[in-house]
């Protein structure tokens, strides 16, 4: 049986969560690493607005993966803004995925995303 590394042993996943139909799509993939286990979700809106908690626990030296849904980039800006730089970052229009406004993800987007992340961190262990 393998044990299941606690939250603080995990990678921390940022996420956008604008408004654009790629945007909702980083969340719900940092939603699912959240829940599966594989990285522990935080806060960017909280770090962008400079909340001290979750400014230290960004700074903490965790490996950080940075889920930004187009090239505005700005989960890796909010985090550059304190001086911190993330372990892996992804741009989801890089994948193929159109930015769209006033439409939803498509379900099958999520599983290639997700897959598509998980494969190329573990790839770079």
């Known amino acids: ?5 606690s939250s603080s ?11 654009s139909n790629i945007a909702q799509l980083a ?8 829940r599966e286990n594989i990285a522990e979700m935080s806060c960017i809106a909280g770090v962008g607005g400079g909340v001290k908690s979750l400014v230290k626990k960004a700074k903490s030296g965790r490996e950080i993966i940075a889920l930004d849904g187009c090239q505005l980039h700005c989960v890796k800006s909010c ?3 304190h ?3 993330s372990t892996y970052h992804f ?3 890089e994948f193929g995925i159109k930015k769209r406004y006033r439409c939803d993800f498509l379900a099958e987007d999520v599983v ?13 262990l």
């Open 1 to 5: 049986m393998v044990a299941e590394k």
């Open 9 to 19: 042993e995990l990678p921390l996943v940022y996420s956008c969560s604008g408004c």
């Open 27 to 34: 969340n719900q993939v940092a939603v699912e690493l959240d």
């Open 79 to 81: 985090l550059a803004n």
């Open 83 to 85: 001086g911190v730089e």
């Open 91 to 93: 741009t989801l229009t």
């Open 112 to 124: 290639e995303v997700k897959r598509r992340v998980v494969g190329d961190i573990k790839n770079s």
